[in-house]
C-alpha cells in the first residue's frame, strides 16, 4: 500500500514524491526496502503496489524487478480498504487460490530474519481458513501514537487470538497495557485467503467494493475513467475500522522485530538514524536536522526539528512533530503549491 502523501514528513514529502519514496534511512526508498524485505517469501513477479496515479511513474522506476501490470494505480485517495478491494479484485482475477499479505509501504523493520519468520507462519495461518491475520509488535514502550491488539487465547507458535482492537490510548492507558503483558502495537499488516478477503468485503463494505468490482470489470479501454467515477463515490475507510475490528475472527502472530511506522521526523532520531547533514550544535541537545546542502548551526536550543529544502523550511519544536501535517492544511487552504 503505497498512496500516502506523507503529510508529516513536509517540507521533504510532497504529494508527487510522498514519504515512501524518500530513501530516509539509507540509500534506499522506504518502498524499495518493503519490497527488498520481502526477498525468500513472496518474488517480485508476485508483488503488487496499490499508489496513487500521479506516483505510479516514480513506483516503476524505483522498483524496475516489479512488473509494470502489478503497479495498479488510484484515482483518489480513500484510506486503505479500497484499496485492498482494488488489490483482492486484481489477485482473486489472476490466481483464485492465492494468500497475500497487505504491507504499508512507508515503515521500518530492523530485523528482517524475524519477520520473514513471523510472516511465513502467518501465511500458513490465512491459507487454511476463514481467517484474518495480522503482525503483532511486542511493544517496547507505552506509545501513545499506535493503535493496540487485546490478545487472547494461545494457538501454538507465536499466533494468539485476538480480542480485541484498541484505538491509540492515553498515556495512562498505554502504561497499562504495556504493564498487562496482554497487547500488541497493530503494524497494520493484514494476511488473508483472497477468498477471505472479498467475502469479508462484500459482507462488511458493500458500498466500497461493489463500485470497484464494477469498474475493473469494463473493458480495458474504458476502465480508467469508470474507476474514477467509482472512487468518487465511495467513502474513506480502513482496513482495521471497515473489515479488522468487525470480522468474526481475527488471529496475530506476534513478534519483536525492530518495527517503526516512521510516522514523524522525531522517528528518524529514535530509529537512531543519522540525516547527514552538517550541523554545529552549541549548547544544543536532542534536534533533528535535515539539510544535506547547506551547515545549519543550532545555539542555545533544544527539542528542536529543522528540515530545509530549496522552497520551504520548517522549524518545529520536537513534541510538535505531528502537527506538521496542519501546514499542509493551511497550505491547501490558502492554495499555495508548496506541497505539490
Known amino acids: 500500500m503505497a498512496g500516502g502523501v506523507g503529510t508529516r514528513f513536509w517540507p521533504r514529502s510532497r504529494r508527487g514524491l510522498p514519504k515512501q519514496l524518500l530513501p530516509v534511512l539509507g540509500r534506499q526508498s522506504l518502498l524499495q526496502m518493503t519490497v527488498a524485505r520481502l526477498r525468500g517469501v513472496v518474488p517480485p513477479s508476485r508483488v503488487l503496489i496499490v499508489t496513487a496515479r500521479d506516483q505510479a511513474a516514480a513506483v516503476r522506476r524505483q522498483l524496475p524487478a516489479v512488473p509494470a501490470r502489478n503497479i495498479l494505480a488510484e484515482p483518489i485517495g480513500r484510506n486503505t480498504a479500497p484499496c485492498l478491494a482494488l488489490a483482492a479484485l486484481e489477485i482473486a482475477r489472476r490466481d483464485p487460490s492465492a494468500t497475500f499479505v497487505c504491507l504499508p509501504a512507508d515503515h521500518a523493520v530492523a530485523d528482517v530474519r524475524t519477520f520473514r519468520s513471523l510472516l511465513a507462519e502467518a501465511f500458513t495461518r490465512a491459507a487454511t481458513g476463514a481467517a484474518v491475520v495480522t503482525i503483532g509488535v511486542q511493544p517496547t514502550g507505552p506509545e501513545t501514537g499506535f493503535g493496540y491488539i487485546r490478545v487472547g487465547a494461545r494457538l501454538g507458535g507465536r499466533t494468539r487470538r485476538v480480542r480485541a482492537f484498541v484505538e491509540k490510548p492515553t498515556v495512562a492507558r498505554a502504561r497499562r497495557f504495556v504493564r498487562s503483558g496482554g497487547y500488541l502495537w497493530n503494524a497494520g499488516i493484514f494476511l488473508w485467503h483472497v477468498s477471505a478477503a472479498l467475502a469479508l468485503l462484500d459482507e462488511l463494505l458493500p458500498d466500497v467494493i461493489g463500485p470497484i468490482r464494477r469498474a475493473t470489470a469494463r473493458p480495458r479501454g474504458e476502465r480508467r475513467a469508470a474507476l474514477t467515477r467509482a472512487y468518487r463515490r465511495i467513502r474513506s475507510v480502513s482496513i482495521d475500522v471497515g473489515l479488522a475490528e468487525r470480522a468474526p475472527e481475527v488471529l496475530v502472530v506476534h513478534g519483536a522485530f525492530g518495527w517503526s511506522d516512521v510516522g514523524t521526523w522525531t ?59 496542519e501546514v499542509v492544511r493551511e497550505l491547501e487552504r490558502r492554495k499555495l503549491k508548496i506541497f505539490t
Open 267 to 325: 522517528a528518524l532520531a529514535a530509529l537512531g538514524v543519522e540525516p547527514g547533514s552538517p550541523v554545529v550544535p552549541i549548547d544544543a541537545k536532542d534536534y533533528v536536522v535535515f539539510n544535506p546542502d547547506r551547515l545549519v548551526a543550532l545555539v542555545g536550543v533544544d527539542d528542536l526539528i529543522v528540515v530545509d529544502t530549496p522552497d520551504a523550511l520548517l522549524i518545529c519544536h520536537r513534541d510538535r512533530a505531528q502537527d506538521v501535517r
